[in-house]
């Protein structure tokens, strides 16, 4: 098991709460959930067990405030509403996908919240409404706004075209499936796009 190594104490107050926050992203990675304490996250982060209690009530707001950076670290910038489909999509497929090749960590607590589902639901349900959902709420609102894709439900198509993606990297990067299942990934994005244009390309 990986050694986690304590970080640099800083010397402003204002860094405090990234200090314990990359402090607890060390020792949930490495420990898991159920074996972080309070303690091991304010050693890790430089500070005392006090100042993480000053700024997070328990491990469970911890957890949250991780998704809750993750979140506003992740989700895909969405072009203009006005931005042509065909530009917008493959924006959003490619960002979406680069992401997980880009940094590892998100992809390894991405596994560590997959992991602890079981025991700890209100976990993944705090990063299915802070990633998850949001993103595919945009992706609908976008879709909605262009008429001419002629989309019977915008919504479903939003899950499917962000669902097809998130499967992809479940079974190519975090099931190490890319032998057993290869798939380039352009011939993935393309095939969404086929799929949602071409009402367009055919009125």
Request: aromatic share 8%; hydrophobic share 40%; glycine share 6%.
């Amino acid at each position: 098991m990986a050694r986690t190594k304590p970080i640099e104490p800083d010397a402003t107050a204002g860094d405090k709460t990234e200090q314990i926050l990359q402090g607890a992203m060390q020792e949930f990675l490495t420990h898991g959930y159920a074996g972080t304490s309070m303690d091991k996250v304010a050693k890790t982060g430089g500070v005392s067990k006090a100042t993480v209690y000053s700024y997070f009530k328990d491990k469970e707001g911890l957890f949250a405030a991780l998704i809750q950076r993750l979140a506003a670290e992740k989700l895909v910038a969405f072009p203009p509403p006005e931005t042509e489909p065909a530009i917008a999509l493959r924006f959003i497929a490619t960002t979406l996908l680069d992401q997980v090749n880009r940094e590892p960590q998100f992809l390894n607590f991405v596994r560590l919240v997959i992991a602890e589902s079981g025991r700890f639901p209100q976990l993944a349900q705090t990063f299915v409404r802070n990633l998850a959902k949001p993103g595919i709420e945009r992706l609908t609102q976008y879709l909605a706004f262009h008429p001419e894709l002629k989309l019977s439900d915008a919504e479903a198509t939003a899950r499917i075209f962000i669902g097809s993606l998130v499967y992809y990297q479940l079974t190519q990067d975090m099931m190490h499936g890319k032998e057993i299942l290869p798939m380039d990934r352009d011939r993935l994005i393309e095939g969404l796009m086929h799929l949602i244009l071409r009402s367009e390309s055919n009125s």
